[in-house]
């Protein structure tokens, strides 16, 4: 079956899935919407983790290893920089900051972020459609034992260790959806939206966050499906179960499905857990959700697909 499919994605694990997409469809069969809300300026230049983490994945860049940036990556920048006493709390390699340093002065000459990042696509490549949520700034930010901190300061420079008690996501109340997106999710062969197992609170509701989005998502004529980011309880990757536990919620895959229940027509769960219990009456599906190599990403995107073609039907177009 063909047709168009929207990914919302945050970084690593998100990121693995979307590549998974990019290969099981056809080109230009797939727009990845992506999390904005970890862009900060470090050293002057514009960052935005997410979508790098995405474009590097669909351009079989990212470095296997580390997870994030780029595959061979040098360090001779940063090395100089510790030199000059300068802040290295934030590695930029020497690959990836040619992103960050293009990405900034193309924004300095006028271009919109989606432009960039469009640009930077074709250069490499892609054939896909990879957005961020909004052209306009939204930051996360969280309320933790130590104060408010802003999100790289809590998740690099303090690697996830401060306790976190609320989350906050500054600017996205004026925020407007960026305007592809919102095409994407009206198109007529629209075949499924995938809920990729990025972090449910720092990766998703930042793009949930953006006046109309959540909207458009449940008026939208394909199925909506979430992927769990925990597997036994944990998250390969990231803070997810950390934060839950500090915020009251139980630790499950259950649970991620109940944040999901008013959103999503399916989860989708790991097949080494126990069904999910109390999801919300969110139906609910398994399939092998880890994602070891690129074959398990590609399973999984069929898988998806599959069960999208099966067309459930929860929430109301």
């Not at 296997?64 to 290295?88: H, I, K, Q, S, Y």
């Not at 609910?284 to 069960?307: E, K, P």
């Amino acid at each position: 079956m063909s047709g168009h499919v929207i990914a919302l994605s945050g970084g690593v694990g998100g990121a693995k899935l979307a590549h998974g997409l990019y290969l099981a469809l056809g080109a230009g069969e797939l727009t990845v919407i992506a999390n904005t809300g970890d862009d900060f300026r470090h050293l002057g230049l514009h960052v935005s983790p997410d979508i790098d983490s995405i474009v590097y994945a669909l351009a079989e860049l990212s470095d296997p290893v580390r997870g994030w940036g780029r595959r061979d990556e040098t360090w001779n920048f940063m090395e100089a920089l510790c030199g000059l006493g300068g802040e290295t709390w934030f590695a930029l390699g020497d690959g990836d900051l040619a992103m960050h340093v293009e990405r900034s002065r193309r924004l300095a000459s006028g271009e919109t972020l989606s432009g960039v990042t469009g640009a930077i696509c074709g250069a490499l490549g892609i054939h896909a459609s990879i957005l961020p949520m909004s052209e306009d700034a939204v930051r996360t930010r969280l309320r933790t034992d130590e104060g408010w901190l802003e999100f790289q300061d809590y998740f690099v420079r303090r690697r996830c260790e401060p306790e976190v008690r609320e989350y906050a996501f500054e600017g996205a109340m004026q925020a407007r959806m960026q305007p592809q997106a919102l095409a994407a999710l009206e198109r007529a062969d629209l075949r499924a939206v995938i809920v990729c197992p990025s972090n449910p609170f720092l990766s998703i509701d930042p793009i949930l966050a953006v006046p109309g989005m959540r909207d458009a998502i449940v008026r939208c004529a394909a199925p909506v499906i979430a992927v769990t980011p925990l597997i036994g309880g944990r998250a390969l990757k990231g803070p997810a179960a950390k934060i839950m536990q500090e915020l009251g919620f139980e630790v499950g895959a259950g649970a991620v499905a109940r944040h999901y229940a008013d959103l999503i027509d399916l989860f989708v769960y790991d097949e080494s857990d126990a069904p999910p219990t109390r999801a919300a009456d969110v139906p609910v599906a398994a399939a092998h959700t880890l994602m070891n190599c690129t074959a398990d990403r590609v399973n999984l995107a069929r898988r998806l697909l599959a069960l999208a073609d099966e067309r459930p039907t929860v929430h109301t177009p």
